[in-house]
C-alpha cells in the first residue's frame, strides 16, 4: 500500500463512530441500499445491520450493500436477533416511523451510542421492530406526499446526528480499537 | 372537492415556501428526481426548476418529477436560462459541488430567497452552473466515498433549509400569494 493512501484509510478510521449504526430492517431496492451505506459512510458509521427477508433478498441486496467494502454489514434472518444485538452492544434504538406519537428526530440526543432502524419501501417498520424499540422518531414533512424516500429518511437523521457529534467533539480524536484499525488496514490493503 | 380534501391542501399551502427552490442539471436516473420532488415535497417547497440535457431525458425524467403534480415543474434546454431565471426572481443561487473551496452547506443563511443546484449523477454540476452560482456549498464527508447520492445531498440540504425556515417562523404564517392558491385548489380539485 502506498503511504498516501495508507494515511487516506487511517484518516478515515480516526473519525469513524462506532456506536452509531443503521439497521435496514427489509429494506430490498439496491439504489436504496447502496444509497444508505454510501451515507452511513460518508458520516462515520462503521458497521451497518440488515435484517433480510428472504433468501434472494439477501443475496442481491447484500453485495448492494457490501459494494463499500470500508464497511462491515451484519445480516440476519429476523428482527429480534438484530435488535437483541443492538441492545447488548448498549445502543439505544430508535426506529423511524411515519405515527403522530413519534417524536421529532432533533430532539434525541445522538451522542449516546445509537442506532437508527429504517423500515422497508413499501410497509414502513414492523410491529415488532416498534414494540422493541427504545424510542419512534419522525421527520416532519408539510406537503401532500405520505412519506419520504428510505434512504432520504436515513441521510436527515444521519446528518442530524453528525452534526451533534462534531458539536461534541466526537470526531476529534479517534473512536476504534487499534485491533478494529489494524483488521480493516490489513483487509482494505489486500483487497 | 370533500370538506376534509380541501382542508388538507389548504394546510399544505399555507406551508409553502415560494422562495425555497432546487435545479436540477441534468439529474436524469428516475429514482433520484422522483426522490429529489418528493422531499422537496416535503419541507414546501412549490417549483422545482430542471435542466434537460436532451430531449429523450426530458420526456423519460419530467414524467418522474411530474408525478406529484402538487408542485410546479420548471422546464430548461440549458443552464443559463435556468440560472437567469432563479436571478430574475431574486434568488441567491448556490451550486452543490465537491470541491475543497466550496463553504460548509449549513454556514449558509437560507431564510433568504435560496435556488440550490444540483449536478448530474456521473459529472456533477457544469462549469457554467459554478460560474453562474453566488456561492458553492458542500456536505462534509469523513469517509471512503467520494460522493453521495444526489437525492440525498438534496434532501441534507433541504432539511437545513426546513431547520432555518422553522425556527425564524417561516411556516408560521401562509406566504403564497392567493392568485397561485386558487389555481392550485382548482387544478389539484379536477385532476
Ligand atoms: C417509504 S417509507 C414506508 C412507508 C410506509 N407506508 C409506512 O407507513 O411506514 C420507508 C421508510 O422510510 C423511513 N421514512 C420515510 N419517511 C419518514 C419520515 N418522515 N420520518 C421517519 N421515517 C421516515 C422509514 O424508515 C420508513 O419505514
Ligand atoms: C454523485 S454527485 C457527482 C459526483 C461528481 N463526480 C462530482 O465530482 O461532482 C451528484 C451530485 O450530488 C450532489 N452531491 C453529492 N455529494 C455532495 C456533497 N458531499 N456536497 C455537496 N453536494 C453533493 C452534487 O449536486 C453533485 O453534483
Redesign the interface.
Known amino acids: 500500500m502506498s503511504p498516501e493512501r495508507l494515511e ?2 487511517n484518516a ?1 478510521l480516526d ?1 469513524r463512530q462506532p456506536d452509531l449504526t443503521v439497521c435496514m430492517e427489509g429494506v430490498h ?1 439496491n ?1 436504496n441500499l ?2 444508505v451505506v ?7 458509521v462503521s458497521d451497518v445491520h440488515a435484517v433480510w427477508k428472504n433468501e434472494t433478498m439477501r443475496v442481491s441486496g447484500g453485495s448492494a450493500a457490501g459494494s ?1 467494502n ?2 462491515d454489514v451484519h445480516n440476519y434472518t429476523n428482527t429480534k436477533d438484530a435488535i437483541d444485538t443492538l441492545k447488548q452492544q448498549g445502543m439505544q434504538v430508535l426506529v423511524t416511523n411515519l405515527s403522530a406519537s413519534a417524536v421529532d428526530f ?1 430532539e434525541i440526543d445522538y451522542t449516546q451510542p445509537t442506532a437508527i432502524i429504517l423500515g422497508q419501501e413499501k410497509f414502513g417498520a414492523s410491529q415488532q421492530a416498534l414494540d422493541m424499540a427504545d424510542q419512534d422518531i419522525i ?7 405520505q412519506s ?2 428510505v ?2 429518511a436515513c ?2 437523521v444521519l ?1 442530524e446526528a ?2 451533534q457529534r462534531q458539536a461534541a467533539g466526537m ?1 476529534q480524536q479517534p473512536r476504534i480499537s487499534q485491533q478494529r484499525r489494524q483488521r480493516i488496514l490489513f483487509e482494505g490493503g489486500h483487497p
Open positions: 487516506r484509510i478515515m473519525q431496492k439504489h447502496a444509497a454510501r451515507t452511513a459512510d460518508a458520516v462515520g463499500q470500508w464497511l432533533r421527520i416532519p414533512m408539510v406537503g401532500m406526499v419520504l424516500n434512504s432520504v441521510s436527515v446528518y453528525q452534526r470526531y
